[in-house]
């Protein structure tokens, strides 16, 4: 066991901002799948009592010993108190209802944002268009989907705080998309994709009259959650889906706005970067140093990332659900070292979970991830 020096805050406070750490910090993106299955519950259980369903995450980590911190504290959304908050643009088919009662939620794309709707949203703003539509995508009350939005601003907070009487902290207390993740979600990956080849000044207009309320509206969930943390979905937009010169006007332009705006708040932004984004990140030197964390899963090239982004950002990642569902202990424990040796020299790293940890985690792979970064620390002195 390495004699540890910092509490569980500090090292991961640390590690986004490139100082010296006593040990690597572990901090899994975990919702509540697996803890919920390790507990007896099936998925549809989980989703009918969330407070339940948190309590699960926290016996597991407690379980494995305890980590460092979250990604994200749980699987609540820290929603802002808007009547818009609540229009949704897509469909979940939630275990229980429409999927058998252990099945992990799935999320439908569906083409819900039209070609029409685009006019609205670039005259309106995207909150303006949202109100303009919330009949058609919400029919509820207004008082209805405000209760529920506090309500799921209240949980969040919780989750917070009971982390924080752990001496741990999570690093986001906002979650939001870039107008490509959101648009490519709501029209569907295919349509948008016409858009860009086909109406491209047009879908940059929208784009544009999408930015500024979506960093107002993260800015506000933060202070509201009081984690000064946004995450920010774009794994839509990388050098898996698209080319450099379709990311360098959709994607990049957005999301430095975004981040820039973030970090003029001293608020930090973990950059959710699932699928390849390894010729991407050059890119990322552009953005505020020490103020973000790229959160990668297993297809980006996280040690060619690292020879790049050393000294300048925070890197987490990259146990991959593959290897956590279907590896050995032994396999784990040998790969978190590898990852400890390469991307945590000289900090700003945080170990972790391949996007999140998928249901089928095994417990004692999610142990071996913890005791390898409580024992193995080469770049001590």
Not at 150 to 159: I, L, N, P, V
């Amino acid at each position: 066991m390495i004699q540890e020096s910092m509490t569980p805050a500090e090292r991961m406070e640390a590690a986004v901002k490139l100082e010296p750490v006593d040990r690597i910090p572990c901090a899994p993106l975990m919702d509540i799948f697996m803890p919920c299955r390790r507990k007896g519950m099936t998925t549809a259980e989980a989703y009918k009592d969330i407070r339940k369903s948190f309590h699960a995450i926290v016996d597991v980590c407690d379980e494995t010993g305890g980590w460092d911190g979250m990604i994200l504290p749980g699987y609540t959304l820290p929603l802002t108190p808007h009547v818009y908050t609540g229009v949704a643009f897509g469909k979940n088919l939630v275990p229980g209802n429409d999927l058998e009662a252990d099945d992990v939620v799935q999320f439908v794309e569906q083409e819900i944002v039209t070609h029409e709707h685009y006019d609205m949203i670039i005259e309106h703003g995207w909150n303006g268009f949202r109100m303009n539509v919330k009949e058609s995508f919400n029919p509820l009350p207004e008082d209805t989907i405000v209760k529920w939005t506090k309500r799921q601003m209240d949980q969040y907070r919780y989750e917070l705080e009971t982390w924080r009487e752990k001496g741990m902290r999570s690093l986001c207390g906002a979650i939001t998309a870039s107008p490509l993740m959101i648009l490519s979600t709501s029209r569907t990956l295919m349509e948008f994709t016409k858009d860009i080849y086909y109406i491209p000044d047009k879908l940059e207009a929208v784009m544009n009259a999408m930015v500024d309320d979506l960093i107002e509206d993260a800015i506000e969930a933060a202070k509201l959650s009081g984690e000064p943390g946004v995450m920010l979905v774009m794994e839509r937009g990388g050098c898996f889906y698209y080319p450099l010169h379709i990311y360098e006007r959709f994607e990049l332009p957005y999301m430095k706005k975004m981040v820039e705006a973030f970090a003029a708040e001293n608020i930090i932004t973990v950059m959710h970067l699932d699928q390849n984004y390894t010729k991407n990140v050059p890119y990322f030197l552009e953005l505020p140093e020490k103020m973000v964390v790229a959160e990668f899963d297993s297809l980006t090239d996280i040690f060619e990332a690292k020879k790049i982004l050393k000294g300048h950002m925070c890197i987490a990642g990259d146990v991959s659900a593959s290897l956590t569902s279907l590896g050995t202990p032994e396999q784990v424990e040998d790969y978190c070292k590898k990852l400890i040796d390469v991307v945590g020299e000289d900090g700003g790293f945080i170990l972790s979970t391949g996007c999140t940890c998928p249901a089928d985690c095994k417990f004692e792979n999610l142990k071996a991830m913890v005791d390898t970064v409580k024992n193995y620390f080469p770049h001590g002195k």
